[in-house]
């Protein structure tokens, strides 16, 4: 069963998030794939993570780029997983229904977008269901905050 944390997104866009947690996965030697609602949104995740500042090098790949397998992190509006991660990222309310492959699993939502919230409880109750380790973790002034 894979570890669900659920990113109640309060003060920063998932593009301002993302940088931070996805260092993170590489420093703990792991690979990430980021699943995001439109093709769109992979390219304005893409040109974000190029201008992080912290971490400053954050090597990830898209399918425009190819080069799937060495990619340390894929950005995608599918569900392939070309670079074997064990790490997945959820962006903008979009769901997983086969999460065998990985060990944990990062869902992000907009704490402002009321049916963004409504549709993380259904997906948390879908995760509790499945039998999957949930946490949640809401975005303070400074930080995170685990909630029960």
Same mark, same amino acid.
């Given at each position: ?8 997104l309060t003060r920063s866009p998932a593009v301002e998030v993302l940088p931070a947690l996805l ?16 093709? %769109?949104?992979? =390219?304005?995740?893409?040109? /974000? ?9 954050? #090597?990830? /790949?898209? =399918?425009?780029?190819?080069? /799937? #397998? ?15 991660? @064990? ?7 979009? %769901?997983?229904?086969?999460? @065998? ?25 879908? /995760?509790? %269901?499945?039998?999957?380790?949930? @946490?949640?973790? =809401?975005? =303070? ?8």
């Amino acid at each position: 069963m894979a570890q669900i944390g659920f990113y109640h997104l309060t003060r920063s866009p998932a593009v301002e998030v993302l940088p931070a947690l996805l260092g993170r996965t590489l420093a703990a030697g792991q690979r990430a794939v980021v699943r995001c609602a439109t093709a %769109e949104r992979v =390219q304005e995740l893409d040109d /974000g993570l190029w201008r992080a500042t912290d971490p400053l090098w954050l #090597p990830h /790949g898209t =399918q425009a780029m190819g080069h /799937g #397998p060495w990619q340390p992190i894929w950005l995608t509006a599918g569900t392939d997983v070309p670079n074997g991660a @064990s790490f997945l990222f959820l962006l903008d309310g979009v %769901e997983a229904t086969d999460l @065998s492959a990985f060990t944990r699993v990062f869902d992000l939502f907009d704490g402002h977008d009321e049916a963004a919230v409504a549709a993380a409880r259904r997906r948390w109750l879908a /995760g509790r %269901e499945g039998g999957h380790e949930l @946490s949640y973790w =809401q975005q =303070q002034p400074k930080g995170w905050a685990r909630r029960k």
